[in-house]
């Protein structure tokens, strides 16, 4: 099997493929003890993947912070308030916090606020929300938030409070269009449905830059040695993180410092035995080093083919063959 390698190179092109947190970015867990912003342009999210939409309300938020010469702030939650307030304690990310972060440093943030969620804070009156949360920690110039934003207890608190309050608190108020939150909503679902069917080109379209995830090399079979690919086994760091579907897919690999190579298979190696678990290994090319025990991260960029089950042995050797061409042809 081949693939347009016209089409990889458009997919494999990403200006965020290097993620490292921006120089001056601040970020800052214990709310007991926040700094006095300056003039701070604030918005509040889960910004869960940090995705297209994501990163229109913060060009927005960066674009009105220039305008008054201010901060951009953005306040988000850990956990996941669905984790908490929900009956669905197993949603998986797209991205942990510590990703999440990273990503946002890489936009060029100025600060993030990471506040506990918890039953306790969800139940505080809407009122106090404003008074003793928003405006008396953060003492906000401007705060952009969409139009469906609920807080405080039983979700009263709205935009339409927001509004009411701007003048007695002295801070402007601007509404993210309609248009941007339902696109938000809808391509967090997307994303989530297309990294779950395999389908990487749709994700990356719509995170903006190319999927990535961490796991630790554990000890394996050692078959892919035997058949000329060693791979690193890997365990995912982070269960809450989502899970890519099956199939085979070319990936950069980061580890000891170094970007590599590689192609990456997810499912049960159908091939060797049909009751075998689900494994997730790398075959990280011109790589011979140990690293049991260490942390890689995968960046994935194509998905190649599902996991297939093959006469023999020779004939999985041949198919890996070609997986590898069409890796290096995309990376």
Known sequence: ??????????????????????????????????????????????FDGVHLGHQKIIQALQKEAVHIGGETVIITFDPHPRKVLSSDPSLQLITTLDEKIKLLGALGVNHVVVVPFTKAFAGQSAEAYIKDFLVGRFHPHTVIIGYDHRFGHGRQGDYKLLEEKADIYQYQLLEIPKRVIEEISISSTKIRSALLSSDIDTANMLLGYSFFFEGTVIKGDALGRTLGYPTANLHYNNEDKIHLGEGVYAVYVHVNGEEKK?????????????????SVEVNIFDFNEDIYGETIKITVQKYLRPQEKYASLDQLIQQLAIDKENSLRCL
């Open 1 to 46: 099997m081949t693939i347009d390698c016209l089409q990889l190179k458009l997919i494999c092109t990403n200006p965020l493929r290097h993620i490292n947190l921006a120089a001056g970015m601040k970020v800052h867990y214990d709310i007991e003890r926040l700094p006095v912003f300056n003039k701070a342009v604030v918005t509040i999210g889960t």
């Open 262 to 278: 590689g192609m990456l298979s997810i499912g049960k190696r159908p091939t060797i035995d049909a009751h075998l678990e689900e």
